[in-house]
């Protein structure tokens, strides 16, 4: 049986369309993650939010384990991992979903949808930076320098144009702490996938990230206004967690099975003009030039970071 994640080089060349279309969806789900989540993010408390979100995704990946397994996607039970790979899994469940999610949903509740898309967009430059500094893997040179510094203006002026039309405009601290945490997440996972394949990290990472957050749970109960909650912000918690958590993953390793890294990381930067887009079309926030320009500098920039 091939291993998770690795096709034959004839399937690779000749299916590709096949990633290109999974990661076009990948895209648009985000995009709406930013947009209709901030319903969620501003009627729900944080920790609430936080919470169902992680222990509802990990009830989809609890079911479709037997599914994965029979399809060869996980090929390690839990009982069969050595002692190592868990430890690992459980330091990536504290990066990427309990304190990564936990930013996130609180983040998005005082900043806007394109302000944290274009913050989420420079997530590739938190992993140069830290295989510059930390992991002693990347090396500098002019060319990324000059695409990160056009990125890091895109993204100055799109917290202009927050500032100016956010209520609270230091939500973007929040969601720029969550990319520092998905940056050590995607540091971290590459020797872990390796060996437990890209979906059986995916699905044993979503669980331990819900037993991780029972306690937000539990406080967030606590904490909750109920009498503020409508059918919208139920839908928009389901979107988050049928669309972020389950669809947007699977799509995500779809496209890595048939496309390189590097192919898949095209599709990170645009999401920032998706997103904004998307958000001025539903009216949830202006399309002010500072926004518009900020969106596509950063777009080009991270675009040239990855030739």
């Not at 790979?85 to 005082?110: D, P, V």
Request: glycine share 10%; net charge positive.
């Amino acid at each position: 049986m091939r291993p998770a994640g690795k096709v034959a080089v004839g399937e690779f060349s000749q299916r590709k369309w096949i990633g290109h279309l999974a990661l076009v969806g990948q895209t648009l789900i985000i995009c709406g993650g930013y947009v209709v989540g901030r319903e969620a993010a501003q009627r729900f408390d944080p920790l609430l939010l936080t919470g169902l979100r992680a222990w509802a995704s990990a009830a989809v990946y609890l079911a479709f384990i037997p599914l994965f397994r029979r399809l060869g996607w996980i090929s390690y039970a839990w009982s069969h991992l050595p002692g190592l790979w868990k430890e690992g899994l459980w330091i990536l469940a504290f990066l990427g979903i309990f304190f990564n999610q936990l930013l996130f949903n609180w983040g998005l509740r005082y900043t806007t949808a394109a302000t944290t898309a274009l913050i989420y967009a420079l997530t590739p430059s938190v992993v140069f930076w830290l295989g510059v500094w930390v992991f002693r893997r990347e090396k500098v040179s002019m060319k990324k320098i000059t695409a990160l510094f056009l990125a890091y203006v895109g993204v100055v002026l799109a917290l202009w144009h927050n500032l100016i039309h956010a209520t609270h405009g230091w939500g973007w601290l929040l969601i720029l702490a969550a990319v520092g945490f998905w940056g050590w997440y995607l540091n971290f996972s590459p020797p872990i996938i390796e060996r437990v394949g890209a979906i059986g990290v995916t699905a044993y990472v979503m669980i331990l990230g819900a037993i991780l957050h029972t306690p937000t749970l539990i406080i967030g109960l606590f904490r909750q206004e109920w009498d503020i909650l409508g059918w919208g912000a139920w839908m928009s918690l389901s979107y988050l967690v049928l669309g972020m958590s389950v669809a947007a993953y699977l799509l995500l390793n779809a496209g890595l099975h048939y496309l390189t890294p590097t192919q898949t990381a095209l599709y990170i930067s645009f999401q920032p003009l998706g997103t904004t887009f998307l958000a001025a079309s539903l009216g949830q926030e202006p399309l002010s030039w500072q926004l518009l320009v900020g969106a596509l500098i950063t777009t080009g920039g991270m675009l040239l970071f990855r030739r």
